[in-house]
């Protein structure tokens, strides 16, 4: 099983896993007030945002594009013609939110984490069309 493909299992894992989280998170003051609920979403969702990251590295990689940072690793799959645009446009915050989970977790502001409980949708799309890269062997 190629790096990708394995990165790509973690992330339906996490992906499941929040949404069946989603419904227990009626907003910031849930995740406030339930310390379990608060570290298992923020876990899942900075998991995410390493694995979009990581396989936005080796698409970019395969490709010989280089990349100083993570967020010109996501931007480099806009040279991916099966990642649509739009979903490579959403990606682009992944990142800096994955950065502010790790270094500003004492001051996080649950309503982007609520907000991007919201989003997960983007990150499905985003495996899906790297699933069907991997399945077709494209580089």
Do not use: K, W
Request: glycine share 6%.
């Amino acid at each position: 099983m190629s790096p990708v493909v394995e990165r790509l299992v973690e992330l339906r894992r996490h992906l499941d896993h929040l949404r069946e989280l989603r419904p227990r998170v009626t907003g910031a003051a849930a995740l406030r007030e339930d310390l379990s609920l608060h570290n298992d979403v923020l876990f899942s969702l900075l998991t995410v945002c390493q694995l979009v990251i990581d396989i936005a590295g080796e698409l970019s990689a395969r490709r010989g594009l280089r990349f100083e940072d993570y967020t010109a690793a996501v931007a480099n799959l806009s040279v991916v013609a099966e990642i649509p645009p739009e979903v490579v446009s959403e990606l682009l915050p992944l990142p800096g939110f994955r950065n502010v989970l790790i270094h500003e977790y004492v001051a996080l502001d649950l309503e982007r984490v609520v907000d991007a409980l919201g989003r997960l949708d983007t990150i499905a799309r985003f495996a899906a069309a790297v699933r069907d890269i991997e399945a077709g062997g494209a580089a």
